[in-house]
């Protein structure tokens, strides 16, 4: 059974920083092959992709209202997935969840190429 734990979220100022973080396991395949990306959803708005490494490789990519500060990583077997945010803004504030599935390149920042799923933290950001 396919498992994603999201953790580390929490209440921080404007300018604070998170890391967040996400346990992977139960891929059959070799994690590797996976994407994995990080998404967050507000209230009233759509889920957006906030970051992601593409399949098979260590490309990563980021929303553009997150470059610059934020940085996704992993461990080598990709288990535990992690998102560095620094500079945070009240902007930031909402749900984010880890997912993993196997997709290529730029379509790892569209949440709909995804079927894994963590549940998800709540970031808040105040001013």
């Known amino acids: 059974e396919v498992q994603l734990q999201a953790s580390g979220g929490g209440l921080v100022q404007a300018g604070g920083s998170l890391r967040l973080h996400c346990a992977v396991s139960?891929?059959?395949?070799?994690?590797?092959?996976?994407?994995i990306g990080w998404f967050r959803q507000a209230p009233g708005k759509e889920r957006e992709g906030v970051s992601c490494?593409?399949?098979?490789?260590?490309?990563?990519y980021y929303a553009d209202s997150v470059k610059g500060r934020f940085t996704i990583s992993s461990d080598n077997a990709r288990t535990t997935m992690y998102l560095q945010m620094n500079n945070l803004k009240p902007d930031d504030t909402a749900v984010y969840y880890c997912?993993?599935?196997?997709?290529?390149?730029?379509?790892?920042?569209?949440?709909?190429?995804?079927?894994?799923w963590g549940q998800g933290t709540q970031v808040t950001v105040s001013s």
């Open positions: 997912a993993a599935d196997y997709v290529w390149g730029t379509r790892c920042l569209n949440h709909r190429n995804y079927d894994y």
């Open positions: 139960g891929f059959t395949r070799s994690l590797e092959d996976y994407a």
């Open positions: 490494i593409s399949s098979s490789d260590d490309t990563a």
